[in-house]
């Protein structure tokens, strides 16, 4: 499993992940670029942040993003079709208003599931399926999607349990900026560093 995280410039994070590329990539979004010197990155929308924020997704922000890596050689792993945080219905409706305009930038797509949504909900034409909405439903549902799909990708991970939880449940990756609020040689960052030394609880057997 790979973990993403917003890195803000930290090359503390940068040189660790460049020592374990394949474990340790970056997330970028529109409202935190920067670029990805060959590590390991998808793409964001900002849509939580936005949420959390007050505001609406702000479409000329995220078309800018993806224009800014387009001729990177270095692709992303998948980028993050816009979403509304916990609306079933909101997301479908942007899946199918700009599911077909990322794809014409020629990378996977990864479509956000949200609170009340099944399996069935995902769209066909859907890469990775990315573990979003509350917290709550999100790992209470969080076995189901990995148990459905081949490419899983969890949302806002922000302990050491619960990188154990998604790597034994199979996900393909996660994501979590909490970890590098204090730096790299914070309280925060230990658990990053056990998780690559230990990639699983050692009371629970990998994929159980």
């Known amino acids: 499993m790979m973990l993403l995280v917003p890195v803000h410039g930290n090359k503390d994070y940068i040189a660790a992940s460049e020592k374990h590329s394949g474990r340790l990539g970056v997330l970028i979004g529109p409202s935190y670029y920067r670029k990805p010197r060959g590590m390991s990155f998808a793409l964001d929308n900002d849509a939580y942040i936005n949420w959390r924020n007050g505001k609406d997704f702000d479409e000329k922000a995220w078309v800018k993003l993806l224009d800014k890596v387009k ?94 939880e998604c790597e034994s449940l199979g996900a393909e990756s996660c994501d979590g900026s909490g970890f590098l609020r204090e730096g790299w040689h914070g309280r925060r960052a230990r658990g990053i560093k056990t998780w690559l030394s230990v990639p699983t609880d050692p009371q629970i057997p990998l994929f159980a």
């Open 71 to 164: 001729d990177r050689h270095h692709p992303p792993m998948w980028v993050l079709v816009p979403d509304a945080v916990g609306d079933r219905q909101k997301t479908l409706n942007r899946w199918n208003q700009y599911s077909d305009f990322a794809r014409s930038y020629g990378w996977p797509l990864a479509f956000a599931a949200q609170d009340g949504m099944v399996s069935s909900d995902v769209p066909k034409d859907a890469d990775v399926v990315f573990v979003g909405g509350s917290t709550s439903w999100k790992w209470s549902t969080v076995k189901r999607w990995c148990r459905d799909f081949p490419r899983v990708h969890v949302g806002r991970v922000g302990s050491l349990e619960k990188l154990w």
